[in-house]
């Protein structure tokens, strides 16, 4: 297997188009461990690794871009001076060991489409979009279009992930995660919700889940009862019975689907009275 280093998005999106079965590679934590158990066939891989403009989080007009060679580790120790993406910080911090954390790109993170990613989860809650570029532009997408089932998302063979971007906020998010242990472990639930809060009402509010559908979820019609609602027991216990309605989880080696139903409702509940505090 021929990998092949690049310096530039130029130089990037030529090779992955003009390289039929080429794979892109950054972190590889992912994309290492498929090609271990023989399931990757792509080849060259094309390392981006030393494309320094995708790496870093910059704030623009109205949006926050995290370019997608950000690495966990450095979301971690970035992402103090914007409190309204705490549930990213916490994903991060939650997300593998730190050897792992020092390696994996919230890029490839998302482009693995894992209905667990932790990264995915809180993105989700800060309503963000993915931007992709080929030869023949760029578009962007939001967060919520981008999964069509386990590990599998639109972007195209000779699309790469460039970034995320997530709109400038004021309200608050926190993220909360279940694993068969404290730390490096797969979530078996995982839940982000992002809230604007005034006068006790719900103002904004996403609420989004991992582990409880073939995609990272929102949970809609759970928004849709608590917009406008005061933050009080009955509306919450109402949401509570609307989230264990609204996902889909399976039985599997982590948990059964009844145990993920439970947990989403007494996650969400948790993570609604963090955000009235």
Not at 74 to 82: I, K, S
Not at 161 to 176: D, E, M, R, V
Request: hydrophobic share 45%.
């Amino acid at each position: 297997m021929d990998v092949l280093s690049v310096s530039s998005m130029e130089e990037a999106v030529s090779l992955l188009h003009s390289k039929r079965n080429a794979a892109i590679i950054a972190g590889g934590t992912d994309l290492l461990v498929k090609r271990a158990r023989n399931k990757l066939s792509a080849d060259p891989l094309i390392d981006i690794c030393g494309i320094s403009i995708l790496k870093g989080i910059s704030h623009e007009e109205n949006c926050l871009r995290i370019g997608a060679l950000t690495t966990f580790a450095m979301l971690e120790q970035e992402l103090d001076a914007y409190p309204f993406c705490a549930a990213l910080k916490q994903a991060a911090y939650e997300m593998g060991a730190p050897q792992i954390r020092n390696r994996a790109t919230i890029g490839g993170n998302v482009v693995t489409g894992s209905p667990a990613g932790d990264g995915i989860v809180a993105l989700l809650a800060l309503d963000a979009k993915v931007e992709l570029v080929s030869e023949s532009g760029k578009r962007w997408i939001a967060l919520c279009d981008f999964f069509t089932g386990p590990g599998k998302t639109i972007i195209k063979p000779d699309e790469i992930l460039t970034a995320l971007i997530i709109p400038q906020q004021s309200g608050k998010s926190c993220f909360y995660k279940v694993g068969k242990r404290n730390a490096l472990a797969i979530a078996i639930l995982s839940v982000a919700v992002y809230a604007e809060i005034r006068e006790r009402k719900f103002e904004t509010i996403r609420i989004s889940v991992g582990s409880a559908a073939p995609i990272p979820m929102r949970a809609l019609r759970t928004e849709q009862f608590l917009l406008n609602h005061e933050m009080e027991e009955t509306a919450v216990h109402e949401a509570i019975r609307l989230i264990r309605k609204e996902i889909s989880p399976i039985d599997d080696v982590r948990a059964t689907a009844a145990y993920r139903h439970e947990l989403a409702g007494n996650i969400l509940q948790f993570l609604l009275q963090r955000l009235g505090m």
